[in-house]
C-alpha cells in the first residue's frame, strides 16, 4: 500500500476512534407530569425546561423501574398523568457529576443544578422519547 493511502487510512481511523468517544453516551430516564412534558415537546423533543424557583435541581434517574414507579405514584396523584422518558447524553460530559443514591440500591439519580441545566441539554444525544404513560 502506497504511504499516502496508508497515512490517509490511519487519519481516518483516528477519526473515527476520536468521535467515538465524544458521542459514547449513558441512557438516563426522567419522570415527569404533563406540564413539563409539554414543554419538552415544544423544544422539538430536544431539551429540558428550565426549573420552577423552587426546583433548584434537576434530577434523571439511572434506571427505568425508579422512573416508572415515579411517575406512576406521585406524578399522576399530582397532576392526573405521570409520563416516563428515555435520553441520551454525553458520557464525557456526565462524567462531572456524582451519582447519588437516594434509597435503595436502584434508586439512583444524578443532580444537575438548575442554573447548568442549559448545558446540560446541549449534550443530550437525539431525541427524549417519552416510553410510558399512566394516568
Same mark, same amino acid.
Given at each position: 500500500?502506497?504511504?499516502?493511502?496508508?497515512? !490517509?487510512? &490511519?487519519?481516518?481511523?483516528?477519526?473515527? =476512534?476520536?468521535?467515538?468517544?465524544? $458521542?459514547?453516551?449513558?441512557?438516563?430516564?426522567? +419522570? $415527569? /407530569?404533563?406540564?413539563?412534558?409539554?414543554?419538552?415537546?415544544? =423544544? /422539538?423533543?430536544?431539551?429540558?425546561?428550565?426549573?420552577?424557583?423552587?426546583?433548584?435541581?434537576? !434530577? +434523571?434517574?439511572?434506571?427505568?423501574? !425508579?422512573? #416508572?414507579?415515579?411517575?406512576? %405514584?406521585?406524578?399522576?396523584?399530582? =397532576? /392526573? =398523568? &405521570? @409520563?416516563?422518558?428515555? @435520553?441520551?447524553?454525553?458520557? *464525557? !460530559?456526565?462524567?462531572?457529576?456524582?451519582?447519588?443514591?437516594? &434509597? &435503595?440500591? *436502584?434508586?439512583?439519580?444524578?443532580?444537575?443544578?438548575?442554573?447548568?441545566? %442549559?448545558?446540560?441539554?446541549?449534550?443530550?444525544?437525539?431525541? #427524549?422519547?417519552?416510553?410510558?404513560?399512566?394516568?
Amino acid at each position: 500500500m502506497p504511504f499516502a493511502v496508508a497515512e !490517509y487510512l &490511519g487519519d481516518i481511523a483516528r477519526d473515527v =476512534s476520536h468521535h467515538q468517544r465524544v $458521542t459514547e453516551t449513558v441512557t438516563l430516564w426522567r +419522570p $415527569t /407530569g404533563p406540564a413539563e412534558i409539554a414543554l419538552v415537546e415544544e =423544544s /422539538g423533543w430536544r431539551r429540558w425546561p428550565p426549573r420552577l424557583p423552587d426546583q433548584p435541581i434537576f !434530577y +434523571p434517574v439511572l434506571n427505568e423501574e !425508579y422512573a #416508572i414507579k415515579i411517575a406512576r %405514584d406521585w406524578n399522576v396523584k399530582a =397532576s /392526573g =398523568s &405521570g @409520563f416516563v422518558t428515555r @435520553f441520551e447524553v454525553e458520557k *464525557t !460530559y456526565l462524567d462531572q457529576y456524582d451519582v447519588h443514591q437516594v &434509597g &435503595g440500591k *436502584t434508586i439512583l439519580e444524578y443532580w444537575i443544578p438548575a442554573e447548568e441545566l %442549559d448545558t446540560f441539554n446541549d449534550h443530550v444525544v437525539g431525541t #427524549i422519547d417519552v416510553i410510558a404513560t399512566f394516568g
